[in-house]
């Protein structure tokens, strides 16, 4: 049998190419590790973004699984986010946000009357802000957002309601009776 001599110059530059070439592939594993992250908040605005409201409507005033699963994912993030404070992730969850809230808002003029609409808000709101707060976090801007707008809906539906029960009253015309329940409606 006849051995082959091989020169070390062609060992040397096998090992040398073969290093090259999986610390390229490393390196691609790494990068494409550090931008899955990325990946997965572009995958749910885009999801969000692209939504059809028509297909997601129900005609239900219960709070909505999408926002259900929304603040659930947020929650989840916020928690891994407490050691850390990246910024990067601070702004993708609002960008998740914006997005999340411009769905439920077109989901809620889906609904005929106005009363509705405010009560399907008022309890996706709450919902959100609740769950936000079992998870024994405190949501920062998020959690302020939600209970913002919580509070704007709860106003606007009162003001509402209200509104709707002067109607009546002039419209009956007994006004005796209904003042009572009127200043019965403003102090509780």
């Known amino acids: 049998m006849r051995m082959m001599r091989v020169r070390w110059w062609v060992v040397a530059a096998i090992l040398y190419l073969l290093s090259r070439w999986m610390r390229h592939e490393t390196l691609s594993i790494i990068l494409s590790f550090l931008s899955y992250p990325r990946m ?8 969000l973004r692209s939504a059809n409201v028509k297909t997601l409507w129900e005609d239900d005033v219960h709070p909505h699984y999408v926002m259900r699963r929304y603040v659930e994912f947020t929650a989840s993030l916020i928690h891994l986010n407490v050691d850390y404070g ?28 106005s ?19 079992e998870a024994g976090l405190d949501g920062g801007k998020i959690q302020m957002h939600f209970e913002d707008v919580l509070k704007s809906q709860t106003s606007i539906f009162v003001i509402v309601e209200f509104i709707a029960v002067l109607v009546k009253v002039v419209k009956a015309g007994n006004q005796d009776a209904d003042m009572e329940f009127i200043f019965h409606f403003i102090l509780t």
Not at 40 to 47: E, G, I, P
Not at 116 to 131: G, H, K, P, R
């Open 115 to 133: 009363k509705l609409q405010s009560v399907f808000l008022i309890n996706n709101y709450d919902m959100t802000i609740s769950v936000l707060k």
């Open 40 to 47: 997965v908040f572009d995958m749910h605005l885009s999801s």
């Open 86 to 113: 990246d910024g990067q992730l601070e702004m993708n969850s609002e960008r998740l946000l914006m997005a999340v809230d411009n769905l439920i808002m077109k989901l809620s003029t889906q609904f005929r009357k």
